[in-house]
Structures are given as C-alpha cells and as structure tokens.
C-alpha cells in the first residue's frame, strides 16, 4: 500500500495551533486503529498532528479530536435535535475529558437551505462570537470551503493531488488554512462535517 506521507517519520512534537502564514494540511479518513473509524492529519512535513479513532461504529454521537499522542484537544458531541442535526465541540484544557457542564467552544447546525452544508458559531462563552459556514460543491461531500460571515474563505478541503498532478483516492484530502487561524478548531468542524457526512 503507498504512503499517505512517506518523506518524514512521526514526530511527537506538539504542533502550535496557529501561524502567521498559510498552512497545508494532509488528511488521511483513516483511522490508525485497525478496524477503527476516524481520519489522521499530516502537516506538511509529514508529521501526524491531529487523529480521530472510533471504536464502534461511523457516525458516532461523541468523539475526539486528538493530537499525536493522544490528548484531547475537543469533545465534539451531538446532541438531540427535532429537526436539525446540532453538534457541540468541548476544548479540553488539560488533554483529558472535558467537563460537559462548561459553555462549548463552537457549535454546528446543518443546514438545508441554501449553498450552506453546516451554519457554525464559534466562541458561545464570550461577547465575540464569530460565525461561519460550511460549504459543499462536491457530489462526493468530502470537498468543501469554510467561508466567514462576510463571505472570505478560512480554509478549503480537496482532493489531494501528487506532485506529478495525479489525484489520490477520495479518503486523501488536501486542506488549506488561511492565516492566524486555529489549526485544531478548523479540523474539529472537518470532523463534524465528515461525521454529518458518515465519511467518519
């Protein structure tokens, strides 16, 4: 089987969470589990920085974003809705399991109308809110943009190409975030859209 990124071995160097410049990320939909679900991410040096493992099935009502070695960085729950499905991200400040009777950091509500896939509130504790949505222009769900209130794109997910221009395989995604935005919030609504998507 080829490597997803094979030029660098893995590092347990904590990752920071934002950077004053453009950053590239890989994402694997595999989990590093066997016979687990979830996806790992690869900073563009190879190194895994993010992972989601789940046990038992796609689609899970909780799950968690992790870093390399396996801290917690977000709970992301989903909760009991009538009509819309509504998904809850919990950041957890010491990499264990986080009090669920703290404010959540962003929530996710799908959407039905229209070109938004997901509506997204981040920072549902504090006067700032900031809102986002998630849009999807792939039949596959697994391409989508993450656009600000006024329209600016955050970050992009595609299929990944090589360096030769040959486009993997639908579970290799390539994401892209704009600067001075946090990488680990950025890739937990990822996990909520792959979970809304089964792709998790």
Known sequence: MAKVHPQAPLSSSSPGY????????TIWMKSLILNGHGCTVFDSNGQIVYRVDNYDSRGRAK???????????FTILRKKSKFLGVWEGYRSSNGKEINLKNTPRFQVR????????????VGLDKNQIQQYRIESWSKGKSACKIL??????????????STCGVVLGEDVLTLVVEPFMDHSLIVGLLV???LINRKL
């Not at 934002?18 to 990320?25: A, D, H, I, P």
């Not at 799950?63 to 960085?73: N, R, S, W």
């Not at 799908?110 to 509130?121: H, Y």
């Open 18 to 25: 934002f950077t004053s410049k453009q950053e590239t990320f």
């Open 63 to 73: 799950v968690h974003l992790m870093d390399l070695k396996g801290q917690i960085l």
């Open 110 to 121: 799908r959407s039905f109308k229209g070109k938004s896939a997901c509506k997204v509130i």
């Open 148 to 161: 600000d209130k006024f329209g600016r794109l955050v970050a992009e997910v595609k299929r990944k190409q």
């Open 192 to 194: 909520v859209y792959g």
